[in-house]
């Protein structure tokens, strides 16, 4: 007899790509864990037990950058993370603030021709690869 095993759920993890007018994208410089420390990533954080994952995008950008965003639409499918953790990320807008480095060394608004310009964490150079291709059909 076989006994069937299920896989272990994720931990879900949310990032949101802020688009400003111009194609221009918001990059944040990792302050910690220290292996990760100096990266650069698109803001975002742990969906919390309960909470749905656009307004876990909500609540870590409010709490990360300090501003209000609108969620638009999602950038591809599960995107993987280290081992336990995926991915799932989320075109966005302002819509109200301005972006403050509030848990990240510093943050950078990147344009077309500049995406490329900070040293992307492993996980989020596919995605603005991916950003990049979507920004660019308009």
């Known amino acids: 007899m076989t006994v069937d095993r299920e896989e272990p759920v994720p931990t879900v993890v949310v990032a949101a ?3 400003a007018p111009g194609g221009r994208v918001l990059a944040a410089q990792r ?7 100096g990266g650069w990533e698109f ?4 969906v ?3 909470e749905g994952e656009r307004e876990a995008l909500v609540r870590e950008c ?10 638009g639409e ?14 799932r990320v989320w075109l966005a807008a302002l819509a109200s603030g301005t972006p403050e480095p509030r848990e990240h ?6 344009g077309p021709g500049e995406y490329y310009d900070v040293e992307w964490l492993g996980a989020d150079l596919p995605v603005m690869k ?3 291709n979507l920004l660019a059909q308009g």
């Open 43 to 46: 803001p975002g954080g742990k």
């Open 62 to 71: 409010r709490e990360e950058l300090g501003v209000e965003i609108s969620v």
């Open 31 to 37: 302050a910690d864990p220290p292996a990760l420390a």
């Open 105 to 110: 060394l510093a943050l950078r608004w990147l």
């Open 130 to 132: 991916s950003v990049e």
């Open 74 to 87: 999602r950038v591809g499918g599960d995107w993987p993370l280290s081992e336990g953790y995926v991915l």
């Open 48 to 50: 919390d037990p309960g």
């Open 17 to 19: 790509v802020i688009v």
